[in-house]
């Protein structure tokens, strides 16, 4: 058979395409997938003919059956792809021609272009695996968290800034942190969900429809919130696509602070935690090695994730207004960045919730110099300023070291009187990472009320959020 009669717009060609050029083109290797939202968005589409007398009942009929058995095939794994299909659009078209004969089937595009059935094809796709998939993912891996920071709520540990021991946290407000962070992220997506939700369908090739269809009612029958109002827009933004790999870079910026903190912890150095078996590899040389590997790998692909979101924005980059072929260039950064981030976040919470915590380790690694800005702080509450106290502990804190004494507690009390004689033998009572962590009791921090507190906020903004309808 000749390219010439395969090709869906052969008309005006006479010479074949190149073989290499059809591969080079070809985006059905990688679009199939969109497969469901093409026949629903050709469903609709010949709806809207209908509507506008374009195509009778029984006509429309026949198309839906022809589109319901091809569904069952690409279902079951029977769709046959034929070589000349250059994408999901024209291989869906070539099939329903060959079941119901294209004197009916040729009426389908009437009016439509690959154009605006691509952009539609994508807004579908990705509205639903964002909310059947990614949406559903993150919500469980917060409240993994939540669920595991209350249960260890009495555990403590050191917060570090710049990776050195700074004061006592609850390994329970680490947690929250996170799913504070992960949370902003689930509500974001909702955001991109709810704004990509428009429909471009009716928009043509890129100067909209000459037969007056109901670009509403195409709108509303494919559940989209709105329709995009510009045809030119409609065929040409990628801005959503866009959006979620931005979306996706953030999310997986998260996960990798995440893991690398977990790395960290992990270390026979630290040893607050044990990643469960589950989610460690061994070394094919060092028998005694159980390695991070999940870990690992969720802070090295965000940085593949990253790489997508920056290859598909200079793609996008002087592209002229409306459709050109530059943005079938979409799909894989898109689709490799929702399976990225769906995977990734499916470990993140596998996890998190088979790890086990070193309470010992944790609280061995606490020092007494972390208690060196309550030790001011006592001394704020005897009505010294801060900035004088901030002082006379850093007194403190170098005369025991000039003194190798092993803290600031081994100091005597005569001893902090010739600094300042404002210590009293109440003093020692600080000493106490237990009453440290509770002292901070404003919201946000670390006593057991205020990380209490946050996990209720975080689990009742994440209900109140999926209660609201998309
Ligand atoms: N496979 C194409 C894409 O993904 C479909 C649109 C083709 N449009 C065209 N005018 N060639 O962008």
Partial sequence: M???????????????????????????PYDSKMCKAD???????????????????????LIHKGLLEIESEWSSGKFE???DDEDIHTANERRLGELIGTAVAGKVHTGRSRNDQVATDMRIYCREILNEKILPAVSSFIRVLI??????VDVLM???????????????????????????????????????????LGAGALAGHPYGIDRKYLAEQLGFNGIIGNSLVAVSDRDFVIEIMFWGSLFMNHISRFAEDLIIYSTAEFGFIN??????????LMPQKKNPDSLELLRGKSGRVFGQL??????????????????????????????????SCLIATGVISTLSVNEQAMRKALTVDMLATDLADYLVMKGIPFRETHHISGQCVALAEKLQLSGIDKLTLEQYKAIDARFESDVFDIYDFEK?????????????????RQLDNIESELNNIQLKLL
């Fill in 2 to 28: 000749s390219t010439k009669k395969q090709k869906l717009w052969g008309g005006r060609f006479t010479g074949k395409t190149d073989p290499l050029m059809h591969f080079y083109n070809a985006s059905l």
């Fill in 310 to 343: 920056s290859g598909f924005l200079m793609t996008c980059n002087s592209i002229p207004s409306t459709y050109n072929k530059d943005l079938q260039e979409d799909k894989e950064p898109l689709f490799d960045c929702l399976t990225t981030v769906e995977h």
């Fill in 147 to 152: 669920n595991r920071a209350r249960e260890e």
């Fill in 81 to 83: 792809e034929h070589p």
């Fill in 158 to 200: 050191p917060g570090y800034t710049h990776l050195q021991r700074a004061q006592p946290i609850r390994w329970s407000h680490w947690l929250s942190c996170y799913a504070t962070y992960f949370t902003e992220d689930y509500n974001r997506l909702r955001q991109v969900v709810e704004r990509l939700n428009q429909s471009p």
């Fill in 275 to 284: 990643l469960a078996d589950a989610y460690s590899t061994g070394s094919s």
């Fill in 39 to 61: 026949l629903l968005g050709t469903k609709v589409y010949t709806e809207g003919l209908h509507k506008i007398g374009l195509l009778d009942v029984e006509e429309l009929s």
């Fill in 436 to 452: 440290s962590v509770e002292k901070r009791n404003a919201i946000g921090g670390t006593a057991k009320v205020a990380v209490l």
